[in-house]
């Protein structure tokens, strides 16, 4: 019959731990959680009869917006850029923890080292088996892996999505945030006259090394802008009618 394990009296004293040898466990504190504090909501003073005015002059606007790939050399208007970035950031994000980094590059060196890393990541995935169907689809686009864009345009806007790190917190629904961002700033640098054209090579991880960003910070897109070329064209393309994308439920 076997006798039950007993500690005998030396391993109890040997599994003791002394009080020099206690550790201490450190929770690390939480930021403290702030209240709902209201204030006055903002009077946007358009009365009914020019709200239908207002929004089909936008939209007019809007529609003559168009992706341009040659730029001019000409200077953009001192303030265009930060008044653009201002109206970006106004954009709704989750928990209203605005998880985006704007870095407007105008120096030669790095557009050009952009337009390198660019190039070798596109060549990389033009290259690649099964890539025909993605060749198709840009073929009435008139582009390729050649991107003289992020060298030619006055400035790049370098666009990250800002994730938890030592001096930022956790972000929520971060891609749907800067998203939304992004699209105000195409929409306030159109309003200025500015042509822009969004660029994502894949993978986007040497803009961190070219810029400088810490690694909580992730390339979401890259933004040249200017004013287009004399001689600058676009595809003949047409954009879906309005019965096409608007159901009423």
């Given at each position: 019959?076997?006798?039950?394990?007993?500690?005998?009296?030396?391993?109890?004293?040997?599994?003791?731990?002394?009080?020099?040898?206690?550790?201490?466990?450190?929770?690390?504190?939480?930021?403290?959680?702030?209240?709902?504090?209201?204030?006055?909501?903002?009077?946007?003073?358009?009365?009914?009869?020019?709200?239908?005015?207002r929004?089909?002059?936008?939209?007019?606007?809007?529609?003559?917006?168009?992706?341009?790939?040659?730029?001019s050399?000409?200077?953009?208007?001192?303030?265009?850029?930060?008044?653009?970035?201002?109206?970006?950031?106004?954009?709704?994000?989750?928990?209203?923890?605005?998880?985006?980094?704007?870095?407007?590059?105008?120096?030669?060196?790095?557009?050009?080292?952009?337009?390198?890393?660019?190039?070798?990541?596109?060549?990389?995935?033009?290259?690649?088996?099964?890539?025909?169907?993605?060749?198709?689809?840009?073929?009435?686009?008139?582009?390729?892996?050649?991107?003289?864009?992020?060298?030619?345009?006055?400035?790049?806007?370098?666009?990250?999505?800002?994730?938890?790190?030592?001096?930022?917190?956790?972000?929520?629904?971060?891609?749907?945030?800067?998203?939304?961002?992004?699209?105000?700033?195409?929409?306030?640098?159109?309003h200025?006259?500015?042509?822009?054209?969004?660029?994502?090579?894949?993978p986007?991880?040497?803009?961190?090394?070219?810029l400088?960003?810490?690694?909580?910070?992730?390339?979401?897109?890259?933004?040249?802008?200017?004013?287009?070329?004399?001689?600058?064209?676009?595809?003949?393309?047409?954009?879906?009618?309005?019965?096409?994308?608007?159901?009423?439920?």
């Amino acid at each position: 019959m076997l006798r039950p394990w007993r500690r005998s009296p030396e391993h109890r004293r040997s599994t003791q731990r002394a009080p020099w040898r206690r550790t201490t466990v450190t929770v690390p504190s939480q930021p403290p959680i702030q209240s709902y504090q209201p204030v006055s909501a903002p009077v946007y003073g358009v009365a009914p009869q020019e709200a239908e005015a207002r929004a089909r002059s936008f939209a007019d606007l809007m529609a003559s917006r168009r992706t341009i790939r040659e730029f001019s050399a000409e200077p953009i208007p001192a303030g265009v850029l930060e008044a653009a970035v201002r109206a970006a950031g106004s954009a709704p994000s989750g928990a209203n923890v605005q998880p985006w980094r704007f870095v407007v590059v105008t120096d030669s060196v790095r557009k050009r080292a952009l337009r390198e890393g660019a190039e070798a990541e596109e060549r990389e995935f033009y290259s690649r088996p099964g890539a025909q169907e993605w060749h198709a689809a840009l073929a009435r686009l008139g582009t390729d892996w050649r991107k003289p864009f992020l060298e030619d345009a006055p400035a790049i806007i370098a666009v990250f999505e800002v994730h938890k790190g030592p001096h930022s917190p956790r972000p929520y629904y971060v891609k749907e945030s800067v998203g939304i961002a992004v699209g105000l700033l195409l929409a306030a640098l159109h309003h200025a006259g500015l042509a822009t054209l969004t660029h994502t090579p894949s993978p986007m991880r040497f803009l961190n090394q070219i810029l400088d960003r810490p690694a909580e910070e992730r390339p979401f897109v890259l933004i040249p802008v200017g004013y287009p070329a004399a001689a600058a064209t676009v595809p003949a393309i047409t954009r879906k009618a309005l019965h096409e994308v608007l159901i009423w439920a």
